[in-house]
RNA sequence: GGGCGCUUAGCUCAGUUGGCUAGAGCAUCUCGUUUACACCGAGGAGGCCAGGGGUUCGAGUCCCUUAGCGCCCACCA
């Protein structure tokens, strides 16, 4: 008799949650455990999501995406692993939990290293647990015997030994350079976690000496001792390289000396500029070309220093109309631009206003790696799927800047170094683990950028140099992750698997583009218009929500979301349920393991070469990261060839109006036709077919998730 | 300033190496309750594939160009 199940509805919350246990509990996540002998090898790591919140949208894809292609290959034969993992995200984590703090009445500053590292260890791990919850929700089919974490003892010991690896080889290396320091949060960040916002700000023109300047910063001029113009401006051709005068300025008279370099630009402002090193970082290139002496302006909380005089203590932004009220006193205003839009360089993540900053940081030199990232793409090791990154990438690889890696916050790998402080600026280093002999050896304190850890994802998850796993799995079939990530992760993971295991992470790079809104608007908190896969699975089942999220989906491109197509797979999956009714209820007693298929039609044996052939379609789109299509060639397939044509047509004989001998073979057509397409959707709509499948009329079959695909 | 990409049915988008009488989903219109499914079926309407030029037997697809839109990168004081 047929299961009561099928006499209603498809209803997702019944059977979701049972079928990733049985999933989990077969042990088949495990490619260790996978029936069969299994040669080749289909690997994938999962993005290690930042383990301070919910997953989001974007993930949906993440998530989605590679499992469809790692039930494919396991499908296929192939030893399957797929890693989960979880990413400390140390900054952006941080920053969440300061805001926590924030609204206890709270701040870090005043906590103890120790004491804020383990709060957040703790807030973390809460957050940690619930996001591998969702990772289930969404029917990944990743190991969880092999999930790691970047601040475990075994990887954090391992990132060590990279930082004192490169140190030796002379990669890495400590100076003082300009970067961008958050005042706010007290770090320098890379650049890549920095962004431009155009700021609409008055714009200054002060007589010094005889020239004129421009500048939207009055407040950093205090030190200012030196005018830059171009060398080719005929304007100032009068005045030479080197040539000093007596300007009166801010807080009295000031000696100033003249340099010409090119990079001032004749066309801008008056052509002279007068420079601030230690906060910008053109100045500070000009400086260093020029062999000049600087000196800091702005302390670490973004207050005047000393230098400043009566306006020490103050603001940036509070002085800056101080200082120009004292210059207007002094008739030295020429000119102010109420409205000069430019760009400032703002924090990424918490959209503070940057101040660059000259400190002792330590820095990745990366032009060796980044070459070496060239050479594999020419040598062809790397394959874009979507191919107009290549060139977005080989740009970036071509131009390189030195990556800082420090960062002044407590949550994350701290920097195995030592300190010994020998009187002024004069300090000596020692890179290990353990604190050195002798006495006033101080660690530390800055911690490692997580991109640093994260960068080395594949190797650190796979177990590099030595474990088994390394040897088996890498490097791995394709990296499946997000565009925006592209300068972030990808090419770290390239260049460290190429200076450390001396090949590939992943040879395909697939890249997919950003969930927007229904209306196409880029999610966003503050919009108030994010999705959820987890509040959509919720409502409309996983399976539907997986499919959402591949069709439409293609390489590199966004691809709006709106609720209605999410609704529109709900349809699909009772539509699947149906026909598992309809094909179950008229094959009731049927033996169709015994049918002997001789005698069947040479149509019907066209109908079933069909579906396989139809499979085989789907299959390869997978394989060539068509995935949005393999998924609407079977949605097609199913809803308006089964159903709709095949279904109908088999009622006739199913109901007794022809022979016995046509019943039996239509029965039986129907049921391998089913059988094809529950495998075909399998990779797609998981949870659903698995669940049909445990029905279908075969003695002593295994899960869907490991039938044969061929 | 540099780079990448987009413009196809009312809406959101597919369209692989040029062969298309240009497709899908949603929306819309007409009809229909029949061994599953109204979370359904049958049928229909809807497009000079952004504009212009070129290559070709043949162009939505390749080349040039114009216009509009989007994203990324960048030290304009």
Same mark, same amino acid.
């Given at each position: 008799?047929?299961?009561?199940?099928?006499?209603?509805?498809?209803?997702?919350?019944?059977?979701?949650?049972?079928?990733?246990?049985?999933?989990?509990?077969?042990?088949?996540?495990?490619?260790?455990?996978?029936?069969?002998?299994?040669?080749?090898?289909?690997?994938?790591?999962?993005?290690?999501? /930042?383990?301070?919140?919910?997953?989001? @949208?974007?993930? *949906?894809?993440? =998530?989605?995406?590679?499992?469809?292609? @790692?039930?494919?290959?396991?499908?296929?034969?192939?030893?399957?692993?797929? +890693?989960?993992?979880?990413?400390?995200?140390?900054?952006?984590?941080?920053?969440?939990?300061?805001?926590?703090?924030?609204?206890? $009445?709270?701040?870090?500053?005043?906590?103890?290293?120790?004491?804020?590292?383990?709060?957040?260890?703790?807030?973390?791990?809460?957050?940690?647990?619930?996001?591998?919850?969702?990772?289930?929700?969404? *029917?990944?089919?990743?190991?969880?015997?092999? %999930?790691?974490?970047?601040?475990?003892? /075994? +990887?954090?010991?391992?990132?060590?030994?990279?930082?004192?690896?490169?140190?030796?080889?002379?990669?890495?290396?400590?100076?003082?350079?300009?970067?961008?320091? %958050?005042p706010?949060?007290?770090?320098?960040?890379?650049?890549?976690?920095?962004?431009?916002?155009?700021?609409?700000?008055?714009?200054?023109?002060?007589?010094?000496?005889?020239?004129?300047?421009?500048?939207?910063?009055?407040e950093t001029?205090f030190g200012?001792?030196?005018?830059?113009?171009?060398?080719?401006?005929?304007?100032?051709?009068?005045?030479?390289?080197?040539?000093?005068?007596?300007?009166?300025?801010?807080n009295?008279?000031?000696?100033?000396?003249?340099?010409?370099?090119? &990079?001032?630009?004749?066309? =801008? $402002?008056?052509?002279?500029?007068?420079?601030t090193?230690w906060h910008?970082?053109?100045?500070?290139?000009?400086?260093?070309?020029?062999?000049?002496?600087y000196e800091q302006i702005i302390d670490l909380d973004g207050k005047l220093m000393d230098i400043a005089e009566e306006f020490a203590g103050q603001k940036v932004?509070?002085a800056?109309?101080?200082?120009?009220?004292?210059?207007?006193?002094?008739?030295?205003?020429?000119?102010?631009?109420?409205?000069?839009?430019?760009?400032?360089?703002?924090?990424?993540?918490?959209?503070?206003?940057?101040e660059?900053q000259l400190?002792?940081?330590?820095?990745?030199?990366?032009?060796?790696?980044?070459?070496?990232?060239?050479?594999?793409?020419?040598?062809?090791?790397?394959?874009?799927?979507?191919?107009?990154?290549?060139?977005?990438?080989?740009?970036?690889?071509?131009?390189?800047?030195?990556?800082?890696?420090?960062?002044?916050?407590?949550?994350?790998?701290?920097?195995?170094?030592?300190?010994?402080?020998?009187?002024?600026?004069?300090?000596?280093?020692?890179?290990?683990?353990?604190?050195?002999?002798?006495? $006033?050896?101080?660690?530390?304190?800055?911690?490692?950028?997580?991109? =640093?850890?994260?960068?080395?994802?594949?190797?650190?998850?796979?177990?590099?140099?030595?474990?088994?796993?390394?040897?088996?799995?890498?490097?791995?079939? &394709?990296?499946?992750?997000?565009?925006?990530?592209?300068?972030?992760?990808?090419?770290?993971?390239?260049?460290?698997?190429?200076?450390?295991?001396?090949?590939?992470?992943?040879?395909?790079?697939?890249?997919?583009?950003?969930?927007?809104?229904?209306?196409?608007?880029?999610?966003?908190?503050?919009?108030?218009?994010?999705?959820?896969? +987890?509040?959509?699975?919720?409502?409309?089942?996983?399976?539907?929500?997986?499919?959402?999220?591949?069709?439409?989906?293609?390489?590199?491109?966004?691809?709006?979301?709106?609720?209605?197509?999410?609704?529109?797979?709900?349809?699909?999956?009772?539509?699947?349920?149906?026909?598992?009714?309809?094909?179950?209820?008229?094959?009731?007693?049927?033996?169709?393991?015994?049918?002997?298929?001789?005698?069947?039609?040479?149509?019907?044996?066209?109908?079933?070469?069909?579906?396989? %052939?139809?499979?085989?379609?789907?299959?390869?789109?997978?394989?060539?990261?068509?995935?949005?299509? $393999?998924?609407?060639?079977?949605?097609?397939?199913?809803?308006?060839?089964?159903?709709?044509? +095949?279904?109908?047509?088999?009622?006739?004989?199913?109901?007794?109006?022809?022979?016995?001998?046509?019943?039996?073979?239509?029965?039986?057509?129907?049921?391998?036709? =089913?059988?094809?397409?529950?495998?075909?959707?399998?990779?797609?709509?998981?949870?659903?077919?698995?669940?049909?499948?445990?029905?279908?009329?075969?003695?002593?079959?295994?899960?869907?998730?490991?039938?044969?695909?061929?």
């Open positions: 008799m047929i299961n009561d199940k099928y006499l209603k509805p498809y209803n997702h919350a019944d059977y979701e949650d049972n079928i990733y246990k049985t999933w989990n509990d077969s042990g088949y996540f495990n490619p260790d455990n996978l029936p069969g002998e299994r040669e080749e090898t289909f690997s994938i790591i999962l993005p290690p999501p /930042n383990a301070n919140g919910n997953l989001h @949208a974007g993930h *949906g894809s993440d =998530f989605v995406l590679k499992d469809i292609m @790692a039930r494919y290959h396991r499908m296929l034969g192939k030893k399957t692993l797929m +890693i989960p993992g979880a990413d400390h995200a140390g900054f952006e984590t941080q920053g969440v939990y300061e805001k926590k703090l924030q609204k206890e $009445g709270r701040s870090r500053f005043g906590m103890n290293r120790q004491e804020l590292y383990d709060e957040i260890y703790d807030f973390v791990m809460e957050h940690k647990g619930n996001m591998e919850e969702q990772v289930k929700r969404l *029917g990944t089919s990743c190991d969880w015997s092999r %999930n790691t974490f970047t601040l475990q003892p /075994n +990887i954090v010991s391992k990132v060590e030994n990279t930082f004192m690896q490169m140190y030796e080889d002379g990669m890495i290396y400590r100076g003082k350079r300009s970067i961008h320091w %958050n706010k949060f007290k770090t320098s960040l890379a650049d890549i976690e920095t962004k431009f916002e155009d700021r609409t700000e008055p714009f200054y023109y002060f007589q010094y000496g005889p020239f004129e300047i421009a500048t939207s910063r009055p001029k200012d001792k030196y005018v830059v113009m171009h060398p080719d401006d005929k304007r100032y051709s009068k005045y030479k390289e080197g040539d000093t005068f007596e300007a009166e300025w801010i009295g008279k000031v000696t100033a000396t003249i340099l010409k370099d090119e &990079v001032i630009d004749m066309e =801008f $402002g008056t052509g002279v500029m007068t420079i090193p910008d970082l053109t100045d500070f290139e000009i400086a260093e070309r020029h062999n000049l002496e932004h509070i800056r109309p101080e200082v120009v009220k004292k210059l207007q006193k002094k008739g030295l205003v020429t000119k102010i631009e109420e409205k000069h839009t430019h760009a400032v360089r703002i924090c990424e993540r918490t959209g503070v206003i940057l660059p400190m002792d940081q330590w820095f990745v030199k990366m032009k060796p790696l980044t070459q070496m990232a060239l050479k594999a793409l020419d040598e062809k090791k790397l394959y874009f799927v979507s191919e107009q990154f290549e060139k977005t990438f080989r740009h970036w690889m071509e131009n390189p800047i030195d990556w800082n890696i420090s960062r002044q916050i407590v949550w994350g790998i701290q920097i195995p170094a030592w300190f010994k402080n020998k009187g002024k600026e004069n300090e000596e280093i020692k890179v290990q683990k353990e604190k050195p002999n002798g006495d $006033g050896w101080i660690q530390d304190t800055d911690t490692f950028d997580t991109w =640093f850890s994260s960068g080395q994802w594949p190797l650190l998850t796979l177990g590099f140099p030595d474990g088994k796993d390394f040897k088996t799995f890498y490097p791995t079939t &394709v990296m499946e992750t997000g565009r925006d990530l592209i300068f972030k992760w990808v090419p770290r993971m390239i260049m460290f698997g190429l200076y450390l295991a001396k090949d590939v992470p992943f040879k395909d790079i697939y890249l997919h583009g950003m969930v927007l809104d229904g209306k196409g608007v880029k999610m966003s908190k503050s919009k108030g218009n994010t999705l959820s896969p +987890i509040d959509l699975g919720d409502e409309f089942g996983m399976d539907a929500t997986r499919m959402s999220f591949v069709i439409g989906n293609t390489p590199g491109r966004d691809m709006p979301l709106p609720v209605d197509k999410v609704r529109g797979y709900k349809k699909f999956s009772n539509k699947i349920w149906n026909i598992a009714r309809f094909i179950y209820e008229n094959t009731d007693g049927f033996d169709y393991q015994n049918f002997d298929t001789s005698k069947l039609t040479e149509t019907e044996n066209i109908i079933i070469k069909e579906v396989k %052939n139809i499979k085989l379609e789907v299959g390869k789109n997978i394989e060539d990261y068509k995935l949005y299509m $393999g998924a609407e060639d079977a949605y097609h397939y199913v809803w308006h060839t089964l159903a709709d044509k +095949i279904l109908e047509e088999s009622k006739e004989a199913l109901g007794n109006k022809t022979t016995a001998e046509d019943k039996k073979n239509k029965q039986y057509m129907l049921l391998t036709i =089913f059988g094809e397409i529950l495998k075909m959707l399998h990779p797609f709509m998981p949870f659903i077919t698995e669940e049909i499948w445990s029905d279908f009329p075969i003695e002593n079959k295994d899960l869907l998730m490991v039938e044969s695909w061929n």
